[in-house]
């Protein structure tokens, strides 16, 4: 029913028929989650905008954790390539020393 004005040639339709009480049970049921359902949609429309702020705020703090632990990874693969050249330089002038030695 998009109107009142509908509605009520619709209550007088149903009374003139005398439906059973069953019959109005079912119809003050849907009246009523119909009523349910268009206050839900009303809500949900005037609170929309409040949780797509919210839902962008998430997903930009998200974005930003994940560049801050690929920065931090990075470091940490740097960091232990650095440490890992460092023995290799040391090992390859004791080598050099020993040989001189050796010869």
């Known amino acids: ?3 009142v004005q509908e509605l009520i040639p ?3 339709e149903m ?5 059973s009480r069953k019959l109005v049970k079912l119809y003050v049921l849907g009246g009523v989650l119909a009523l349910f359902g268009a206050m839900l ?3 949900e429309t005037v609170c929309a ?10 997903e930009e ?4 954790e994940l560049r801050a632990a690929r920065e931090r990874q990075a470091l940490q693969t740097q960091a232990l390539l650095e440490k890992d050249k460092q023995p290799e ?3 390859c002038s004791r080598a050099l020393a020993n040989r001189q ?3």
């Open 1 to 3: 029913m998009e109107t």
């Open 10 to 12: 619709l209550v007088r």
């Open 15 to 19: 009374v003139a028929q005398k439906p």
């Open 41 to 43: 949609g009303l809500v």
């Open 49 to 58: 905008p409040f949780t797509a702020a919210s839902r962008l705020r998430d």
């Open 61 to 64: 703090d998200a974005v930003a």
């Open 89 to 91: 330089a040391m090992l």
């Open 101 to 103: 030695h050796a010869s």
